[in-house]
């Protein structure tokens, strides 16, 4: 579908396609269709753009993922479809692998995720090993690659289930998601929740780890001290409360 670049809707509408898209290429599932029309909701309630309580959340995760160890980058069908080559690029700039984790088992879906990133440039993609478990967890989402989520110190995993990230905070890892619902499980239960549309959240945070990588370790721990969850996630909702009190 081609849409004009003077609809005021533009920007929308192309990402709704890309996930569109992802289903008819089998990358994403009808259900991720269903959650990407929840998010966007929430984005109009934003503004539609990032905030600066976002920002913040961005500059603590660029800190958090440059002082990892073993940084993880975790792909369902939603991210694959919206932001392949930025989810390429940032893995490459973190030395961070890439692996696949969706909610609905399906193997053939694993692979196309995986060949769908590929073909965009990513030179690994693991899959999840069905051998390999995470504890806490009961769902599909429970198996994971024994060379990537198992050994991550930190997990970047935009587009979360609230129970996985419970689960992946119970196993000691620091997750970071990046989730639109500031009243979400999964933003709560996160270290770090970046309140915004992925579309713009990976693009800021690549920038941002760009300008982070010059800093020592002194400086990124204390961007990372200086990042306050709870306060975060209330002035997400001050924003959406705003935006909503506005006059049309």
């Known amino acids: 579908m081609k849409i004009p670049k003077s609809h005021p809707r533009r920007v929308s509408l192309t990402t709704r396609e890309k996930i569109a898209g992802g289903v008819k290429k089998g990358i994403t599932s009808l259900a991720g269709l269903a959650a990407h029309g929840r998010g966007e909701a929430f984005d109009y309630l934003i503004g539609e753009k990032t905030t600066k309580s976002a920002e913040k959340s961005i500059e603590a995760a660029a800190a958090s993922l440059l002082l990892a160890k073993n940084p993880v980058i975790s792909v369902n069908g939603n991210t694959t479809a919206l932001v392949p080559k930025e989810l390429i690029q940032l893995s490459r700039l973190l030395n961070a692998k890439l692996e696949v984790n969706i909610f609905h088992p399906s193997k053939h879906r694993e692979l196309k995720?995986?060949?769908?990133?590929?073909?965009?440039?990513?030179?690994?993609?693991?899959?999840?090993?069905?051998?390999?478990?995470?504890?806490?967890?009961e769902s599909n989402r429970k198996y994971v690659n024994p060379d990537g989520i198992l050994k991550a110190d930190v997990v970047f995993v935009p587009l979360e289930d609230g129970d996985r990230t419970e689960a992946l905070i119970k196993n000691k890892k620091k997750v970071i998601v990046v989730d639109l619902n500031p009243l979400s499980r999964s933003?709560?239960?996160?270290?770090?929740?970046?309140?915004?549309?992925?579309?713009?959240?990976?693009?800021l945070l690549i920038k941002t780890i760009k300008q982070?990588?010059?800093?020592?370790?002194?400086?990124?721990?204390k961007t990372i001290k200086g990042y306050n969850h709870k306060?975060?996630?209330?002035?997400?909702?001050?924003?959406?409360?705003?935006?909503l009190s506005k006059d049309k």
């Open 212 to 221: 982070y990588k010059r800093f020592n370790e002194i400086r990124l721990q």
């Open 113 to 137: 995720i995986k060949n769908h990133l590929l073909k965009n440039g990513a030179k690994e993609v693991l899959l999840p090993d069905k051998d390999t478990r995470i504890k806490y967890l």
């Open 187 to 203: 933003a709560r239960k996160a270290t770090i929740t970046i309140v915004d549309n992925i579309t713009r959240a990976v693009p």
């Open 231 to 243: 306060k975060i996630l209330k002035e997400a909702l001050k924003e959406i409360n705003k935006n």
